[in-house]
T-cell receptor, first 112, second 112 residues
């Protein structure tokens, strides 16, 4: 059975801290791994990772994939209160329907 | 403005009643998806559709039904057979293979 596990489940940090979120997976026919940010309602897309070792970066957020060890990390540097959200990891397999298998998410709270 | 709309934002129903959640997109996306999110859990796939007049069951389709008569619309009916229907329901669409899914704002359904 396909599995996506995120850790930690939640964390609280102070503004300015760096946060590292983990996502490990066990799926057959892996195609790509996606990160989403969910504040109140709709998850918003952050990154899609397909190749190992290539860092994707957007402002203070970055992510990398390790297909040998079957995990990805999402880093947030110089955190701000606006980074408070649930961060979701999802894995897409090679089936043509584009189904995503989601992890339970990591709740990040950034305090002033 | 292109996007995905879901209505209503909040919905309250009595047990035993069927209820239909609306999802409309004007992104010209072929594929559409319905997910359910429960507190502390990731998103779970209910149904998905890649083209008009065709749809497939996801991981938790029991007690739900869908239709895809138009490319823009993918309504979800929560039937009285769904044992635990209270949840946050998210609709998504995708441009095509290799693209990420975009999510609507969600509908929070409460059944008492």
């Amino acid at each position: 059975e396909d599995k996506v596990v995120q850790s930690p489940l939640s964390l609280v940090v102070h503004e300015g801290d760096t946060v590292t979120l983990n996502c490990s997976y066990e799926v057959t026919n892996f195609r790509s791994l996606l990160w989403y940010k969910q504040e109140k309602k709709a998850p918003t897309f952050l990154f899609m990772l397909t190749s190992s070792g290539i860092e994707k970066k957007s402002g203070r957020l970055s992510s990398i994939l390790d297909k040998k060890e079957l995990f990805s990390i999402l880093n947030i540097t110089a955190t701000q209160t606006g980074d408070s959200a649930v961060y979701l990891c999802a894995v897409k397999t090679t089936d043509s329907w584009g189904k995503l298998q989601f992890g339970a998410g990591t709740q990040v709270v950034v305090t002033p | 403005d292109g996007g995905i709309t879901q209505s209503p934002k909040y919905l309250f129903r009595k047990e035993g009643q069927n209820v239909t959640l609306s999802c409309e997109q004007n992104l010209n996306h072929d594929a559409m998806y319905w997910y359910r999110q429960d507190p502390g859990q990731g998103l779970r796939l209910i149904y998905y559709s890649q083209i008009v007049n065709d749809f497939q069951k996801g991981d938790i389709a029991e007690g739900y039904s869908v239709s895809r008569e138009k490319k823009e619309s993918f309504p979800l009916t929560v039937t009285s057979a769904q044992k635990n229907p209270t949840a946050f329901y998210l609709c998504a669409s995708r441009r095509g293979p290799g693209w990420e899914q975009y999510f609507g704002p969600g509908t929070r359904l409460t059944v008492t």
